[in-house]
């Protein structure tokens, strides 16, 4: 998978998340951008991505998020080793 591939998927796991095909998100969103991103949602969003590509995060991997962007980053680090 390409980056711009992974970033997709991450969007479209992030629209199921919060069951909203018309989700808006570039590589700036923040949490704070998206109505009901709350800690409860992190979890979901980060169960849902390890299970989608069969990685794990770490502490410190969750603590460095700042942006959707991040989260495409982190994802294509750990898919491709």
């Keep these: 998978m390409t980056e711009h591939e992974i970033a997709a998927v991450v969007h479209g796991v992030l629209r199921e998340v919060f069951e909203r095909e018309d989700l808006a998100l570039s590589p700036s969103t923040t949490a704070k951008e998206?109505?009901?991103w709350d800690s409860f949602k992190q979890i979901e969003i980060v169960l849902a991505l390890e299970a989608r590509f069969g990685i794990?995060?770490?502490?410190?991997d969750l603590d460095a998020l700042r942006t959707v962007g991040d989260l495409v980053a982190v994802v294509c680090r750990k898919?491709?080793?």
Excluded: E, R
């Design 79 to 81: 898919s491709f080793g």
């Design 56 to 60: 794990s995060f770490t502490t410190q």
């Design 34 to 36: 998206v109505p009901g």
